[in-house]
């Protein structure tokens, strides 16, 4: 069994900056990719980031040059810094990973809620 520990998000200013942060546990042998996905209600979930295990980072464009990802391999965690966040950027924010050599994601967190005031 394999868990994904969310945590950060909240309320914030437009401007503003937050951290997630995903912690993975359990059984598993390695992590391929990790990334952050989002959803807003009626919309379905997006990309918004991902990183492969050797550490080459991938955005969803609107996010480019405000939000960056990062991982700690021996940690099993995964990082999302958000700056200049803005209004539309309020979503519920999903963690994910890969533990197979290939494919989707297999795993998720349960989400953490990232409100944008303006």
């Known amino acids: 069994q394999v868990q994904l520990v969310q945590s950060g998000g909240g309320l914030v200013q437009a401007g503003g900056s937050l951290r997630l942060s995903c912690v993975a546990s359990?059984?598993?042998?390695?992590?391929?990719?990790m990334g952050w996905y989002r959803q807003t209600p009626g919309k379905q979930r997006e990309l918004v980031a991902d990183i492969t295990s050797g550490g080459v980072p991938n955005y969803v464009d609107s996010v480019k040059g405000r939000f960056t990802i990062s991982r700690d391999n021996a940690k099993s965690t995964v990082y999302l810094q958000m700056n200049s966040l803005k209004p539309e950027d309020t979503a519920v924010y999903y963690c994910?990973?890969?533990?197979?050599?290939?494919?989707?994601?297999?795993?998720w967190g349960n989400g953490t809620l990232v409100t944008v005031s303006s």
């Open positions: 994910a990973i890969n533990t197979r050599s290939s494919g989707n994601m297999n795993y």
């Open positions: 359990g059984s598993f042998f390695r992590i391929n990719e």
